[in-house]
């Protein structure tokens, strides 16, 4: 029992992906571990083609081909996800964990009314009355806050904002311990983004799933997440505490994300980019990934890669961190 | 249901349009049928004699335009469509009712087992896409829907007729036979049309599956279809439900374009089996300079493409909910 307690939700250890193209492996992810506890909410945040939705599909083993699995395990609540085949998932699917994606719209089958779609992910696990689905889907409906009519509702006939809770309400059919979020509010203006934000974290604490949440807007996760990892490359480069990670960035890309958005509260200065452009995964650069654009190279960031150093309970992948050295 | 209401409009003034090209066409023609018909009575015939033949066939050349016009709207709508010269004194009506079981039978379920089976292996295809399935029948059949459906015809006959004796030589039945709703003459018309359905089949099957194939690949790259996973569902039911019913649709048209065009027939097919259809009919009218079963058999063309695309466009809108909400 005492195990069970202190086991971490999600376990995952040096995961790699690669998408095999006709010149080769590119690495998208590259030897990625990180831990999720129970109802906890992890932030993930980089720059568009930084891996962090391909790292997501593959917890959710998601992928498609030339995307696979090339090395790594994948511990969910004790079982090993990488080796398990599609059938054996099937009984962890959306009833152990379920996935939010990227655009509702896209998402949610055209031709199925959203009470037909709660209905299939239902009946693929369990036999349930038609009266006891139709009570359940109802009471999901209520919990996101739409009305329950539209369980006869088609996807079209929903607003952006609908559909995404539409989406996130099927996500709790069975209350799942993870709910794996891809850019949920990506799609939506920020009036919008908002009230999701809001109402995710609420039912996040109601109900007491743990959730990954990938982002590139920063600022979106900043009041919600409990941890925050940064990631660059295919690699992560920092990960740590949401609050000490925004007051005190340590790795030279996170302090270069902090500068690139303005912040409300906080004193007027001017917004800073990164200079250059993230590597090509195909051919990424020797060392350290971030040295061709870091402002604080060292002679060794050319020729060693960084291990992850702790510093004040984050972990960082940057030489600055080396206390040996 | 303003969708439908839309289509039935549109369906009533393209039926009217091409009733009334239909009148118009043949009036505006050089010759006539009487014309054509005296030519078999050699000239002897009197002033008398062309106008009986011209009554009979509908033709009232001492009416006004528009008098005959309303005739002959009246006429359709109760279904007198003239008398025929090739089956004489038979009516139009009656030569058609004699061909058409066939041509339906035939053609038509051949169209509609060519639709189901393509659509099938072309769902499969894509799901297992880079299969054994997916190298050999795509391509097997698409090079087999390039060669001409008679020279295959000719071929079939050639081999299961001719050298193996396992199917007839032609025609729909066997002519000691009585045409009648027994097993025995339904198994008897089932051997006559298995080798022309089969070369319908065998040539039409290409394109619904290279289509629903393409589809499908598109389909099934679809995010509904990753979620479909994410959510445990089985295969079966992600192929059909979420990934099939979708790539189903653009396909729908097409098929309903080629249900209309069954009446047509498949001519060649019915000519190189001397089968006892439309598409035959339709050769011998046009031989017979026959005008009024051609008129008919041209009718009856366009009403069955007509009434095809309504029963497609009430499909579609069963299937996909998007088009229902359309305006």
Redesign the interface.
């Known amino acids: 029992m005492i195990a069970t307690a202190t086991r971490p939700l999600l376990e995952i250890k040096d995961l790699s992906v690669d998408y095999l193209t006709d010149r080769g492996a590119v690495r998208a992810v590259d030897r990625v571990s990180l831990e999720v506890q129970r109802g906890e909410f992890l932030g993930v945040v980089g720059e568009s083609g930084c891996g962090k939705s391909t790292l997501l599909?593959s917890i959710?083993r998601?992928l498609?081909p030339p995307a696979e699995i090339a090395s790594g395990d994948i511990w969910f609540d004790g079982h090993d996800l990488v080796s398990m085949s599609?059938s054996e998932?099937?009984?962890?699917?959306?009833?152990q964990y379920?996935?939010v994606?990227?655009?509702a719209m896209?998402?949610?089958?055209?031709?199925?009314?959203i009470g037909e779609q709660l209905r299939?992910?239902f009946d693929?696990?369990q036999r349930f009355t038609g009266r006891q689905i139709t009570a359940r889907s109802e009471e999901l409906l209520r919990i996101v806050g739409i009305d329950p009519v539209h369980l006869r509702s088609?996807p079209?006939?929903l607003s952006g904002g609908m559909r995404q809770r539409a989406m996130i309400a099927?996500a709790l059919a069975f209350t799942p311990e993870l709910v794996i979020m891809d850019e949920p509010t990506s799609a939506l203006d920020v009036v919008a983004q908002r009230s999701l934000m809001l109402k995710i974290k609420q039912l996040q604490r109601e109900f007491g799933f743990a959730t990954i949440f990938v982002t590139h807007d920063m600022s979106l996760v900043s009041h919600f997440s409990d941890r925050l990892a940064v990631m660059y490359a295919g690699q992560i480069v920092e990960i740590g505490e949401t609050a000490r990670l925004f007051a005190e960035p340590k790795h030279p890309y996170t302090v270069g994300l902090m500068r690139s958005f303005p912040s409300i509260r906080g004193e007027l200065q001017p917004l800073a980019g990164i200079p250059g452009s993230p590597p090509d995964l195909a051919r990424p650069p020797a060392g350290c990934r971030f040295h061709p654009r870091c402002p604080k190279v060292m002679d060794r960031c050319h020729m060693e890669e960084p291990e992850f150093y702790a510093e004040e309970g984050d972990l960082i992948r940057c030489f600055l961190f080396d206390s040996d050295a | 249901m303003t969708y439908l209401i839309r289509r039935l409009e549109f369906f009533a003034i393209t039926l009217w349009a091409a009733l009334t090209m239909n009148f118009i066409i043949p009036r505006v023609m050089p010759g006539s049928p009487a014309e054509a018909m005296l030519v078999r009575f050699h000239g002897r015939a009197s002033p008398q004699t062309i106008r009986t033949i011209e009554i009979a066939l509908g033709f009232h050349t001492d009416e006004s335009l528009l008098q005959q016009y309303g005739e002959y709207l009246w006429n359709m709508a109760h279904l007198n469509l003239g008398t025929s010269l090739t089956f004489f004194p038979s009516s139009v009506g009656k030569a058609i009712m004699v061909g058409l079981p066939w041509t339906v039978g035939l053609v038509g379920l051949s169209t509609v087992i060519a639709f189901v089976l393509g659509t099938l292996v072309g769902m499969l295809s894509a799901w297992r896409r880079g299969g054994i399935l997916d190298g050999a029948l795509p391509t097997v059949f698409i090079m087999v829907s390039a060669f001409p459906y008679f020279w295959i015809a000719l071929v079939a006959i050639l081999i299961f007729s001719f050298t193996l004796n396992w199917f007839p030589l032609g025609f729909g039945y066997d002519l000691h036979q009585h045409i009648e709703l027994s097993w025995d003459f339904i198994g008897n018309a089932i051997w006559h049309g298995f080798l022309p359905a089969l070369t319908i089949v065998i040539t039409s099957i290409g394109g619904w599956i290279l289509t629903m194939r393409n589809t499908m690949i598109t389909t099934l790259a679809e995010d509904y279809v990753k979620m479909a996973r994410a959510k445990g569902l089985s295969p079966v039911r992600i192929m059909f439900m979420y990934a099939g019913r979708n790539a189903i649709l653009p396909n729908l048209t097409g098929f309903a374009m080629s249900l209309g065009f069954v009446i047509s027939g498949a001519i060649l097919v019915e000519i190189v089996f001397n089968y006892p259809g439309l598409g035959y009919m339709l050769l011998q009218a046009v031989n017979n300079e026959d005008f009024a079963l051609m008129q008919g058999l041209f009718l009856l063309i366009t009403v069955a493409v007509l009434v095809a695309v309504l029963l497609a466009d009430f499909l579609t809108a069963l299937l996909d909910p998007r088009t229902r909400a359309a305006d």
């Open positions: 599909y959710a998601l498609t599609d998932l099937r009984h962890y699917r959306w009833k379920s996935v994606m990227q655009s896209n998402a949610l089958n055209p031709v199925m009314n299939d992910a693929a696990h088609y079209h006939q099927m």
